[in-house]
């Protein structure tokens, strides 16, 4: 072989050689690319896979035949897959973590039904409620408070724009609505959820009293205020699924202002369903205490406590040279009644009408044993949060007033409860009870004082914590499936 012939038979194998690694190569890559698209582990998105399939010809504005094939099947697997396993797999979790919240729920149940029944607590429960006699079971109230600590979780719907949501009074006769609203909504509170999935409870965070504020015209006509609620209700329960769920039972609105019961009226479920928290606790008016719950009316002008009502020794020690006391505007069918048997009658028990300038009404509440309390329009009153305050024993005059933790509370203890048609015997009523029987009463009011304060940061025990409390209960009661 010349060396001609040799240089002819090199090119001739390189070539041979060269198109055999090419169909190798071709072969192997078909393969890995039928392997791979079984086996759904492309990793490019689908606009590039069809970049890579144009025609010979170079068409680029023409996909060819086998790219659609490709592409509708890998967009067909895509989505069988996420129908077979990422949907059902979001909601076996969903549906886990409801169930978990239920099966919390009884454990807690079982819990106190154990603590009731062994009395477990004694000890425990002698150091935070050192004061059993307040209590209607202590034990209970223990177990159930702590809890309620470990597993409650409230879930706050983000809809809506401040002031109307998301906000509240803070500096007025009904402080609580607002100062509730803000704390629950602060992210540092532990039993704000933002998971919807892991909630006990879902809150409604409009302000009624800022709806009366913002929308209310002046012509005692509250239907701005229903429509606004039902607009919200009808908002979340498109936004959320949680409303329709259960109609609104584990869902719930607060409300101090007089109008909450008639801005509740908004929704049908709202108003017979939903948990409704509210100082207006009227049982005549559709207040229903095995699901609603009394939020007690607390005045802050200037967003705290008068200083004249702070407990302090000088507090304790006052002298109180009036038997009983009483100073309001004439509204309502109990306070004319007061008025018009005692207004001014007797010199140990003043009562005025209003209360002249010159004289101070905190002044009177420290310096008299007994406040009357009686309702006017509405049956709550900050009066009575005052009289605990200032250490003077409620004397309670209303009809179908619910009053506020009386789930837990025996207010037989640190008040006392007379008949409307009692009032022309105040003094013979109060004039009767023994002087070992009233410092009982004062002690017990001293003692309760605390879950009727708001503090900042929120204390265990106070008011912020019984209103949690209370929806807590609620919601116990209430079993979903």
């Not at 006052?318 to 010199?347: C, E, M, N, T, Y």
């Amino acid at each position: 072989m010349d060396k001609y012939q040799y240089t002819r038979f090199c090119f001739l194998s390189i070539c041979v050689g060269s198109i055999a690694l090419v169909f190798a190569i071709s072969r192997c890559s078909v393969s890995f690319f039928d392997y791979s698209l079984h086996k759904l582990e492309f990793s490019f998105p689908e606009s590039e896979l069809q970049r890579s399939f144009h025609n010979a010809a170079g068409d680029e504005n023409r996909v060819v035949d086998s790219s659609d094939v490709v592409s509708q099947q890998i967009l067909s697997v895509r989505s069988r897959n996420a129908t077979l396993q990422s949907k059902p797999e979001n909601k076996r979790k969903k549906l886990n973590r409801r169930r978990m919240v239920e099966v919390g729920l009884s454990e807690a149940r079982a819990s106190i039904r154990e603590a009731v029944s062994s009395n477990r607590n004694v000890t425990l429960f002698n150091v935070d409620l050192p004061n059993t006699l307040v209590y209607r079971n202590p034990s209970a109230l223990y177990q159930s408070y702590l809890e309620m600590e470990k597993r409650f979780k409230v879930y706050v719907y983000e809809e809506g724009e401040a002031p109307l949501v998301h906000d509240g009074p803070c500096k007025s006769v009904y402080a609580v609505e607002g100062r509730f609203i803000r704390e629950i909504e602060k992210s540092r509170t532990k039993f704000r959820t933002y998971d919807p999935d892991q909630a006990h409870v879902y809150f409604l965070p409009f302000s009624v009293t800022w709806l009366v504020r913002y929308l209310y015209e002046g012509n005692s006509d509250a239907s701005p205020l229903r429509t606004f609620a039902s607009d919200y209700i009808r908002l979340i329960s498109s936004n959320h699924p949680f409303w329709n769920r259960t109609s609104g039972a584990d869902h719930f609105m607060l409300a101090c202002h007089d109008w909450g019961p008639l801005t509740s009226q908004a929704n049908k479920d709202l108003f017979n369903t939903s948990i409704r928290v509210m100082c207006n606790a009227n049982s005549s008016e559709g207040f229903n205490p095995a699901k609603d719950a009394t939020l007690p009316e607390i005045k802050l002008f200037g967003g705290e406590v008068d200083p004249k009502l702070r407990l302090s020794k000088a507090l304790m020690v006052s002298p109180r040279p009036h038997l009983a006391f009483f100073a309001g505007g004439v509204h309502g069918p109990i306070r004319p009644i007061l008025l018009h048997h005692w207004k001014q009658r007797d010199p140990d028990m003043p009562v005025f009408e209003y209360l002249p300038k010159h004289l101070n009404y905190y002044d009177f509440m420290r310096s008299s044993k007994f406040c009357f309390c009686p309702s006017g329009y509405e049956v709550a009153s900050p009066r009575l949060t005052e009289a605990i305050y200032s250490e003077c024993i409620p004397v309670i005059l209303s009809v179908n007033f619910v009053l506020p933790f009386s789930d837990i509370l025996r207010w037989e203890t640190f008040s006392v409860q007379v008949n409307v048609s009692e009032i022309p015997r105040l003094k013979e009523i109060l004039m009767s009870i023994s002087d070992e029987k009233y410092q009982r009463l004062k002690r017990n009011l001293r003692y309760v004082r605390r879950h009727f304060e708001l503090n900042d940061p929120p204390k265990r025990y106070d008011a912020f914590h019984m209103i949690l409390h209370s929806i807590w209960l609620r919601r116990l009661n209430l079993r979903l499936t």
